[in-house]
């Protein structure tokens, strides 16, 4: 089976590199905000199960293009002999020294390669990009070509009535935004240049599809199980000491902080983005009244009239805030609408846990906890977070290298799916959690995932 190869050529800084990094997934390509940031022509493989499924080719920028094309011209060649020009001019003594980035961004194509053009949408056409596309054009290999809307995309027309003269195949592709299905999309077209590639990209694409599904399943099952860890998260207090409950809340909300964190590495990296930089606007601030009061937390649960209504269809569930030592649903209102329950003893509630007395051991040795959390909006709350931080990821470009910033939504659930989370929590809290309602927990997260799977 032949393997595309394809180098990935145009005008320094047009995002070259970006492309190269997003097709292959592969975040240690070099990308910079600088002209000239790659230097010699690197090939990074495409790997699904191992295997080697497409090669780019991430070369310098054309400095020179119209020098190169008139050393071309400079003889009289005809159409059959243009690709032997090319190699003559590889060839020439003095032309690595004169022409570095030309040679080095030819010698791939004329050992083979395809071509990768990448122009930017945002300039008018200029006789250099002429010259480009003229030279690329001689060499006579398969080529498609790429508008990157780099900025306010105002020369699109042209280009593309332009670019169809020289290319196969032509798209607008925006690397650091473009989707699963839209590389997908460029897969294809990279299997229609030659015949003898389709086979490696039909196995490409139905390899992508059949991760995806791997990777659901995977991310649903590690999702669920956060959740369910969250939710039941506990920090031991010794009694022998007076300070030990605060010291045990502090330790619950970094504890709660950091494994929220870490389930979002374990993802990013999983999915090879291994420079990943998180940014959070909201922290498990238990301390203060933030799960009730502030609007961010509104956002991600819900607002008091609803938390209400929900926790209330739970039924036992508002045992939730029972456990706190609030009584029945009436004072519950009074206590919701008044912020009574804001303070860390209301719903941080420390738990005297049945424990296991030893022997001899005395009295002062016996644990209780900070924790679990009781507040209602919590379990939804944790939920929301990690669907929004997993399906951002999801189509996470590998060119993307910024800060992934955890953007607060609001959800779609239906009434019945909040109380069912509802529900879930307290089986978790009150140590009455079985495998049907984990397997149910899982289904219904990879529900709520396989929604973004194959949007664009
Ligand atoms: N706004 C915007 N910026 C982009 C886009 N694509 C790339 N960039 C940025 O443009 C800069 C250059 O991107 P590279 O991928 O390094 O470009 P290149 O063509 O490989 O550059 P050289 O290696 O210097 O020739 C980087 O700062 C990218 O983040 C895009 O579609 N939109
Ligand atoms: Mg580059």
Known sequence: MTIPHLCVVGHPNKGKSSIVSTLTENDSVRIGAESGTTTSADTFEFLLDQRVLLKLTDTPGFQRARQVLSWLQSEEVSSANRSERVKQFLREPGHAQKFPDEVALLTPIMAGAGILYVVDGAQPVSPA?????????????????????????????EWQRTLTQFFQWVRIFNP????????????RAMGELLPEWSKSISELCAGLAERDQQRLQDVGF??????????????????????????????????????????????????????????????????????????????????QRELLLVSGAAGAATGLIVDAGLGGSSFLLGALSGGVIGSVGGWLAARQLPGKRIGWLPLAQQKEFAGPVQHPNFPLVVMARALTVTRQLWHRPHAERGALTLRTSATDWSRQEQVQLLQWAKSLQQDQWKAKQQDALVKWVMGELQKVVGEG
Request: include cysteine; aromatic fraction near 10%; proline fraction near 4%.
């Open 129 to 157: 990009d002429e010259a480009e596309m003229e030279i690329l054009r001689w060499t006579g290999q398969p080529r498609m070509a790429v508008i990157n809307p780099m900025g306010e995309p105002r020369a699109l027309d």
């Open 176 to 187: 650091l935004t473009a989707s699963v299905p839209e590389r997908l999309t460029l897969f």
């Open 222 to 303: 590690n999702l669920a199980n956060y959740w369910c860890e969250q939710i039941n998260r506990r920090e031991p207090v010794t009694l022998l000491d007076k300070s030990g409950l605060s010291q045990a809340e502090e330790r619950l909300r970094r504890a709660l902080d950091e494994q929220e964190k870490q389930f979002f590495k374990h993802i990013s990296s999983a999915w090879g983005h291994n420079h990943f930089v998180f940014e959070n606007d909201a922290q498990w601030d238990l301390g203060s009244d933030t799960l009730m009061n502030t609007e961010t937390w509104y956002l991600w649960g819900l607002k």
